[in-house]
């Protein structure tokens, strides 16, 4: 249930656009980004970093969209996310202290290269997010990047989701077989 919250912005946010605009449709994901937010709040008493950071990023560019009647807020919104999640990924992993395998060492265990080249691969993939998404925002008509935004960013992320599943496995049966 948690991971269908998390797409529930955005199908306002697609919908919205097909059916009005893009001012509408950023007034929906605001909406609908502080809904999911308590909701998940009230059902999990706790909201994720990662659900604050999209959260107070919506908010700010979704409002200078709206307000100053500009659509490239919104759409640097979806680059400064993604950068902000390669950055946090860096400067935790430099730090010693890998984000992802604080997230899932209770569940998995690997050896430490795996949580390192894990880690390093999910910051190559949203710096590749964010660039890509530059590309599509401007150079792009604006029909383009919001499909790009709502199916081909969602279809990256879930095959890399999978792709990553795919090298945990791999480790994981490995580090079983070891012990």
Not at 23 to 41: E, H, N, P, R, S
Not at 116 to 137: D, E, G, M, S
């Amino acid at each position: 249930m948690k991971s269908l919250l998390d797409f529930i912005p955005l199908i306002i946010f697609f919908a919205l656009y097909k059916i009005f605009d893009i001012y509408i449709a950023t007034g929906g994901l605001i909406v609908a980004t502080a809904l999911q937010l308590t909701l998940t709040y009230w059902l999990y008493k706790k909201v994720e970093k990662m659900q604050l950071i999209t959260f107070v990023t919506v908010a700010i560019f979704g409002s200078m969209t709206i307000f100053l009647h500009d659509d490239n807020f919104i759409k640097w919104k979806v680059t400064i996310i993604y950068a902000l999640f390669a950055i946090g990924l860096t400067t935790s992993q430099l730090l010693g202290k890998s984000a992802i395998k604080n997230m899932l060492d209770k569940e998995l265990t690997l050896p430490e290269f795996v949580w390192t080249r894990l880690t390093w691969a999910w910051v190559i993939f949203f710096a590749a997010c964010a660039l890509t998404n530059i590309y599509v925002a401007f150079t792009l008509p604006l029909d383009t990047w919001v499909n790009f935004k709502v199916f081909g960013l969602l279809a990256a992320t879930f095959a890399f989701v999978i792709l990553s599943g795919i090298y945990i496995y791999k480790h994981a049966a490995k580090s079983d077989i070891e012990e």
